[in-house]
C-alpha cells in the first residue's frame, strides 16, 4: 500500500475551513502532505494510552503493554539501522539488515 503525497484532509492545501474561516489543517499542520509513517503511528499510540490509561480491565493493560512492547522493539531497530549505517558501504550483511530494518520503521523511502 502507497502512502498519497498529498494530505487527504486538505487535499494538499495545508488548510481547511470552518466556521471561523480557514484553519491550519489538523493532519498536516499546514504541510499539504501526509506526516510520516512514524509519526501517525505515534499519534496512534498515544491516543490509545490516552483510552486506555484509567481503565482497568485486562484487556486495557494488554494493550497499554502492546504500546509499551511496540515502542521498545521500534526503538532497538532504530538503534540497529544506525548501526547499519555506521557499517563499511561493502557489507552487504549491514545493508540487508538495514534494508529490513527500514522496512518495518518505514523512516527512509526505499532506493
Avoid at 40 to 49: C, D, G, K, T, V
Avoid at 53 to 71: C, G, K, P, Q, T
Wanted: some cysteine; overall charge negative.
Amino acid at each position: 500500500m502507497t502512502t498519497p503525497n498529498v494530505c487527504l484532509t486538505c487535499y494538499g492545501r495545508g488548510e481547511t475551513a470552518t466556521e471561523h474561516g480557514p484553519a491550519v489543517c489538523p493532519d498536516c499542520f499546514g504541510e499539504g502532505k501526509p506526516p510520516a509513517r512514524g509519526t501517525r503511528l505515534e499519534w496512534r499510540l498515544r491516543e490509545l494510552e490516552r483510552v486506555y490509561r484509567d481503565d482497568r480491565s485486562e484487556a486495557a493493560a494488554d494493550i497499554v503493554w502492546l504500546v509499551h512492547e511496540l515502542r521498545g522493539a521500534r526503538d532497538a531497530l532504530v538503534q540497529v539501522l544506525a548501526r547499519c549505517d555506521d557499517a563499511d558501504e561493502g557489507d552487504a550483511v549491514a545493508r540487508e539488515v538495514k534494508f529490513l530494518a527500514n522496512a518495518a520503521l518505514g523512516l527512509y523511502e526505499p532506493t
